[in-house]
């Protein structure tokens, strides 16, 4: 296959982000490299469920978390999954417009999630004075939620750049890939906040 | 086109821009080759000291500070920088052409795993410089690790974080390349020993090395920024860390060992004559141990105080790795047995490994019976039984290795009279220098300290200990001595001088750039033997001679890794200093700027043409 047919294919198949070889690659190795990220969050989650009645004086899971701002942050961040699902339909309808519409509101949605996690942050930090340094809880709180805070930036950053980059060329073989990977990790990211949504705040106060 | 004609001759400049920028996966494996047999001689010198400040009672030649930055220094390096990227090595020059394939599957990504690891072990090491390297042991147990003063301890949190982090680059890398690559006809049950050791590995550094760099995290923010996840005065449990490390730790031994195993199953059978005996039990057992190998990290804390419910189970699952480790030592007999053996310079690392390692083995069922763990834990002869396995196995096999496959790296032959020189002064002085280490443990010498009192009966054991380092250090010399002279005689060998088995035999010695001119079609286990046993030279083609897709070379991989580094300062100093934040901020937009710019910028290769192939192999 050459440059041009990747580039510039005369038609799109059904599954472009695998019709190359190195396509099939990148699919492949990013549900690896996503394999290594569960591991990544199972050993924080482990350290934040041996440290979180570790308060060292300070306040509790129950007494800090409410559930009815998670509540949105996790409706937020569950639509984004649905709208990057729907991104990808159109990408393998190869109607581009749609994609881009669809990848937009996710990262719309997705910057709605960052804006409420930092305000909660902001919230503990200044009501209450819980911090990464007042006890092993809050540097066990802020160490999990903070690095899916951090892969929620780094989705961001990832899908605009494609989105940048990508608007007037349209789609090809060498981009969907591309914007196919991102959507996993998006889907990752989203799967991650389920559990954190479970093991830190609901179990935290029921 | 004119790569294919110009690569001969090149002047230092274009040469060393030639290797900073590759991503051909057999020069990223004599970048490995190179930077591991480095940090092997730098560990290999702090060994020495450590003999020497012990080769008599009440020894000065180092301060007790100093002895402890040796030790530290010299397991972390030789596990993460010497044993690691040695194992890369030859994971780099061999699978892609034992399965056929033309490159592994992220050619970038291999050149970025490779400086990565680089410059994690350069930081690392940078501690000496700057007042003190780690101190706290390679295991860097809490709250030794983090109450320890100066930078030392940080150099070694942020230098194994970036090195890791290749690691596991590189690890994803070889699972998709044997998933994917593989050509037509080499079916999973038809995959090479060494190729298959090479994919359990890569999946067990997949799922170990993601609790490390978590480890790793979790100290840095202890040391670096005031958490307190192993500070007991904030409520936090330093115990946390010895269960992430030995999460990770305890399948890092596999992740070395069974590319050893692969390489000496490689050897057995060329050198026999013989199929491997027993193939399907031996990737059974592979499988098996990388298996096991998650469920067993916690008879390294059986003194820790987890109850004797969790020690048990922890103690039976490391028995039981003995029954897939035993599977292999009897392949390995039976592939002898009635083989037309030659005895070679590999060979002969081969034959020594078995008894070494099976030693080894034996004092690991000891140790893993948790109630005489009790009397063993923290002495010499928990540090006997872990040389037995990780020299007498790992090391031995890289020996092994760099004598078989040089021939394919390089095209030459290492001197035989010198390698079986190096063996055998090695072998001896292996064994002398560990051997008494058990005893020396049962009587009750203490690891890591830097002194031990007259008249204790450890004078006489712990003199012949020194003596067989210093053994070992001369074979070492012998064999640097066997590199250069074989680089300057520069004899050309064949192809094939083994008479070998395996895919990467039948193509020249060293490859052309691509590997396989049109790509083999795989009939067998063997399949190089099976079509000698046919009566052919060589492999018949699985496609018509055609254009070869190649990646582009690129220099982001080294900025990557450039700026990482950097960074790395920044987030240890800053500690003194916030001014130090301006570094931090720099190196970090430097390898997110190369990063970008890889995102952005479309890589799309090149395509040798047939036409040029075909004047190739006219001239």
New interface residues.
Partial sequence: ???QD??NPKHMPHNPEKAT?EG??KF??FW??L???A??FA??F??YL??KD???GGKSSEELFGLELVFIMTMLLLTSSLTSVYAMYHMKNNDFKKMQLWLGITVVLGLGFLGFEIYEFYHYIHEYEFT?????????F??LVGFHGGHVVFGLL?IV??MV?NAKRGLNL?NAP?FYIASLYWHFIDVVWVFIFTVVYLMGVL | MSTLVATNKKGFGATLWDYLTTVDHKKIAIMYLVAGGFFFILGGLEALAIRWQLVQPMNDFVSAGFYHELITMHGTTMIFLAAMPLIFAFMNAVVPLQIGARDV??PFLNSLGFWLFLFGGILLNVGWFTGGAADAGWTAYAPLSTISAGEGVDYYVLGLQISGAGT?IGG??F??TI???RAPGMTYMRMPLFTWTAFVTSALI??????L???L??MM??RL?????F?AA????SV?WQ??FW?FGHPEVYILVLPAFGIFSEIIATFSKKRLFGYTAMVFATVLIGFLGFMVWAHHMFTVGMGPAANSIFAVATMAIAVPTGIKIFNWLFTLWGGRISITTPMLWTLGFIPSFTLGGMTGVMLAAATADYQYHDTYFVVGHFHYVIVGGVVFALFAGVHYWWPKMFGTMLDEKLGKATFWIFFVGFHLTFFVQHFLGLMGMPRRYWVYMENQNLDLGNLISTVGAFLMGIASIILLYNIVKTSIQNKKVGGDPWDGRTLEWAIPSPPPFYNFKQLPLVRGLDPLWIEKMDGRKGMTAAEPLSDI?MPNNSFLPFVISLGLFIAGFGFIYQKNDLSWLIVLFIGMAITLGAM?IR??K?D?GY?IHKEDLKKEAEE
């Fill in positions: 296959m050459s440059e990747v580039l070889l099939k690659n492949m190795g690896f490299f394999g290594g990220e591991v990544l050993s924080l482990g350290t041996a440290l570790a308060t060292n990464m340094r007042s006890s092993a809880f809050g540097s066990a802020y160490t990832w750049t494609l980059r060498y591309k | 599957a992220f596991l994803i890398n699972l998709v998933v994917n690559m997949l799922f170990a090395f993601p609790a760099t978590v480890g995290f979790l923010f202890d920024f005031g958490s307190g996840f500070d904030m409520g936090g449990n946390i269960h992430l999460i897709h970008f995102s952005v479309d799309l395509h």
